[in-house]
């Protein structure tokens, strides 16, 4: 049983460089969520898929795009990568329970980037 | 507005000894509460969460944490601290709709 996988691990993107990061889970959850982690700020969300054909915008969603391509994957997409966003980015899904976060989510290992 | 504080970055204790990781929050609403783990170069996974049924709640691994409506607190513990329990802690609650906010997170370090 896998849960959530993330591609890739790492990578280093030059400013200006484009790139789509990967998620998928195998849990059949309704709800799918993008974090980044940045020391000492915690786990902020992104951008984040109530259910399949869905998607908004959470915290910090500048800079960012995503598609929720069916129920088990939803990427997120960088068009012109900035220093600001060097992080480690976290996948998440839940069940999305009474259309709510309010059951435990479940994530992914996450991709470190590296923007220079 | 609803918030999470996590009192302090790091936290060393002895391995034996009392672990105490502490969270606060705000929530203007009666909240759900999680606390997760993080163990290096891994995903977030759940040690527990409250959901209101009851105000002490058992966890994975031995630890426990007690919703204190009073104290707007939701601190972990674990009796005895081991080694494989070195990692960063994460006390999250719950607004509503699609929004769980996270505290900074706690690095616990467990001395020999």
């Known amino acids: 049983n896998a849960g959530v996988t993330q591609t890739p691990k790492f990578q280093v993107l030059k400013t200006g460089q484009s790139m789509t990061l990967q998620c998928a889970q195998d849990?059949?959850?309704?709800?799918m969520y993008w974090y980044r982690q940045d020391p000492g700020m915690g786990l902020r969300l992104i951008y984040y898929s109530a259910s399949e054909g869905t998607t908004d915008k959470g915290e910090v969603p500048n800079g960012y795009n995503v598609s929720r391509l069916n129920k088990r994957e939803f990427s997120l997409r960088l068009e012109s990568a900035a220093p600001s966003q060097t992080s480690v980015y976290f996948c998440?899904?839940?069940?999305?329970?009474?259309?709510?976060?309010?059951?435990?989510?479940?994530f992914g290992q996450g991709t470190r980037l590296t923007v220079v | 507005a609803q918030s999470v504080t996590q009192l302090g970055s790091h936290v060393s204790v002895s391995e034996g000894a009392l672990v105490l990781l502490r969270c606060n929050y705000s929530?203007?609403?009666?909240?759900?509460l999680f606390w997760y783990v993080q163990y290096p170069n891994q995903g977030l996974q759940l040690l527990l969460k409250y959901t209101s049924a009851a105000t002490l709640v058992k966890g994975i691994n031995g630890f426990e944490a007690e919703f204190k409506k009073s104290e707007t607190s939701f601190h972990l513990t674990k009796p005895s601290a081991h080694m494989s329990d070195a990692a960063e802690y994460f006390c999250a609650v719950y607004t509503g709709g699609f929004k769980t906010i996270f505290g900074a997170g706690t690095r616990l370090f467990v001395k020999a």
């Open positions: 929530s203007s609403v009666p909240p759900y």
């Open positions: 998440a899904s839940s069940e999305g329970h009474r259309g709510t976060m309010s059951t435990e989510a479940f």
């Open positions: 849990m059949n959850h309704n709800s």
